[in-house]
């Protein structure tokens, strides 16, 4: 159970925060590794007066949390079963990334973000495959291999195409042939036509090559837009109630559930968030992990792991607790800045990890 106070306090916290236009819409949940706690909808799906109020099966764009939930459990998969290695040098996979930093570079060093590359790529996306391929195997490196880790779109649009390649199917059909979606529920690329009208609309930025345009269903993200709304970095969407299912599942495989198998047996989700040896870093194999200053506040356990989308979304998993924690927003419809829903997630977790 959740103390009503606690509770009392996150609903303020995020009634607040739709009154400020933090957002317009939000949904949350909290659970621990049997069900959901307590799960609520907030706002409308824009500013506008006459929007739809949110559900709890609101469709949200869940951005960067593809990077963990997606392509961190695929590649753990393909390398549970043999058909890539973690330490495999990515010069094996693309013959255009060449260099003598980069030729130590390996699986394992681009989902701990401690490959070198940039965040993103100067001006505008390639349009193609074939050029996101040649300008991230040709950008210049940042830093030196592993030597310190600095958050990049770039590596997981790279490992996403290897998964792609070994798996001779693309990544949207390569998670469903992991995650079994139950009646209902949508955690996916695709967002049917019959299901946009309960999807949370983004805005593009200022200098996307889509702007002034609404997107209801398609990827805010333009580099995963431009390679068809499927990418290792971004392109997932969910509704709360999916996401949990999802969260209780890494939840009870962190917690040693031997009933569990494939990427979420307890001994590889136990790899996927061991803490990364890389100097200063906070990162685990795609998720971050605990500090005092992370999205997740102050007072989750230290063995507690998560992830952060750029649209407003948020899950944290604590398995000393028996907790997970989902916010998921569309801040990036006419909503506030990152300083705001950095401070609201905070507040939130905070709020809900004391209960």
């Not at 621990?32 to 006459?50: H, I, K, V």
């Amino acid at each position: 159970m959740i103390d009503r106070a606690r509770i009392a306090s996150a609903e303020a916290l995020l009634n607040g925060a739709v009154h400020e236009k933090v957002f317009p819409a939000a949904a949350a949940e909290v659970g621990d590794s049997r069900a959901a706690l307590w799960r609520r909808a907030f706002g409308t799906l824009t500013f506008d007066p006459d929007s739809p109020a949110t559900r709890d099966d609101t469709i949200f764009d869940l951005a960067s949390l593809t990077k963990p939930v997606v392509t961190t459990t695929l590649a753990l998969e393909h390398a549970r079963r043999g058909t890539l290695a973690l330490e495999e040098p990515l010069s094996d996979a693309f013959d255009e990334w060449r260099g003598p930093a980069r030729e130590t570079v390996t699986i394992r060093d681009v989902l701990e973000h401690a490959s070198g590359l940039p965040a993103r790529l100067a001006g505008h996306p390639p349009r193609t495959r074939r050029e996101f391929v040649h300008e991230i195997c040709r950008v210049e490196l940042e830093y030196e291999p592993r030597l310190r880790s600095v958050y990049s779109d770039l590596g997981f649009i790279l490992l996403g195409l290897l998964i792609e390649d070994r798996a001779n199917v693309p990544l949207s059909a390569g998670f469903r042939g992991v995650w079994q979606a139950e009646p209902g529920e949508v955690l996916d690329f695709d967002v049917l036509l019959d299901a946009r009208g309960r999807t949370a609309p983004t805005l593009p930025l200022s200098d996307d090559w889509r702007k002034g345009r609404t997107l209801v269903g398609e990827v805010h993200d333009d580099y995963a837009a431009a390679l068809g709304g499927v990418a290792g970095h971004s392109g997932l969407f969910g509704t709360a109630p999916a996401l949990g299912r999802f969260a209780r599942t890494m939840l009870r495989g962190a917690r040693g559930d031997q009933s569990l198998t494939g990427p979420f047996a307890p001994a590889v989700v136990a790899q996927a968030i061991s803490k990364s040896k890389v100097p200063g870093s906070s990162r685990a194999l795609g998720w971050d992990t605990m500090l005092p200053t992370s999205s997740c506040g102050t007072l989750l356990s230290p063995a507690a792991f998560g992830h952060v989308g750029f649209t407003g979304t948020s899950l944290w998993i604590d398995p000393e607790r028996d907790r997970y924690f989902i916010l998921l927003t569309n801040r990036v419809c006419k909503g506030g800045t990152l300083e705001q829903i950095r401070a609201i997630r905070r507040a939130f977790h905070d709020a809900l990890a004391a209960a």
